[in-house]
């Protein structure tokens, strides 16, 4: 995967089930279609979920850093060897 997909998706994702950890916006959503019966499990799912996104965005900005050493390392080798 790119490493752009992987920051944007981490980002996405953070930012979706951090709105969703807030209970009261989940109580609203979920009492107006009937599933609000889904609320009692619901921060099993949203902390593990919250957390995986972060670790993917932060990998996703770990890869993107690397990338970027990376290319300074070639440049400067490039520039040296000419």
């Known amino acids: 995967m790119k490493d752009a997909t992987i920051l944007k998706t981490g980002i996405v994702g953070s930012v979706i089930a951090a709105i969703c950890c807030a209970t009261p916006v989940l109580v609203i959503a979920l009492g107006a279609v009937g599933l609000s019966a889904w609320l009692g499990w619901i921060d099993y799912v949203l902390l593990p979920t ?11 900005l770990w890869r993107r850093q690397r990338a970027a050493a990376c290319c300074a390392d070639e440049t400067q080798t490039t520039k040296e060897s000419a």
Request: aromatic content about 18%.
């Open 50 to 60: 919250l957390a995986a996104f972060l670790a993917m965005t932060v990998y996703g």
